[in-house]
């Protein structure tokens, strides 16, 4: 009875002193280093947006134009940004928005296209550099311009993630197909 007595004392004094001691001096990094769990919980990765979207817009004009836009996150590319908050890596991938066009004039097609940042680098160099580092936020139609000017007038927004530096073009299709590239959204038609 006497020996079952020190074993148990001996196994509990074992037990007590397995409290993790050695622990105490180090950093949480150093332990999620040792576990190999550092990386998982050292940087954050965030998908803006995070889901699809599609948006469908179907017009006709009295000056005989249709005009049928899609608009959709392109979720196969993204633009990265990253910063550091608080020893923690911040990855955010910033997703276009793409748009497709369909352009009729008395139900003959005139332009079928995607509007998106490779359609304005492609158009011009210039725009590769005031670009790229933007994301296409949307594209709408400007209804009231394309009945003043009897074209299609596209108005096409990209924004600078985490700044919203916005940059504004207008985009016009004349009824032949002919695409024009205006960054004076300045002029106003009233």
């Excluded at 004349?174 to 106003?188: L, R, S």
Aim: proline share 1%; glycine share 2%.
């Amino acid at each position: 009875m006497k020996n079952l007595i020190y074993i148990i004392l001996l196994m509990l004094t074992v037990v007590l002193s397995c409290d993790g001691r050695d622990k105490v001096h180090q950093t949480s990094q150093e332990v999620l280093k040792n576990n190999k769990l550092y990386e998982s919980f050292s940087q954050k990765v965030v998908y803006i947006p995070e889901h699809y979207l599609e948006t469908k817009n179907d017009t006709i004009l009295s000056n005989g134009f249709q005009v049928k836009l899609k608009s959709y996150t392109n979720m196969r590319e993204s633009f990265l940004k990253k910063s550091i908050k608080n020893h923690l890596l911040l990855k955010n991938y910033y997703r276009d928005i793409e748009t497709t066009i369909l352009i009729k004039k008395n139900e003959q097609n005139i332009v079928s296209t995607n509007i998106n940042k490779d359609f304005f680098m492609n158009s011009n160099k210039e725009f590769h550099r005031i670009l790229k580092d933007k994301i296409l936020q949307g594209v709408w139609l400007n209804q009231y311009a394309s009945i003043i000017t009897n074209t299609v007038v596209l108005e096409v927004q990209f924004m600078e993630p985490e700044t919203k530096n916005y940059v504004y073009y207008r985009v016009s299709f004349d009824q032949n197909g002919g695409m024009f590239i205006n960054d004076n959204v300045e002029e106003k038609f009233s």
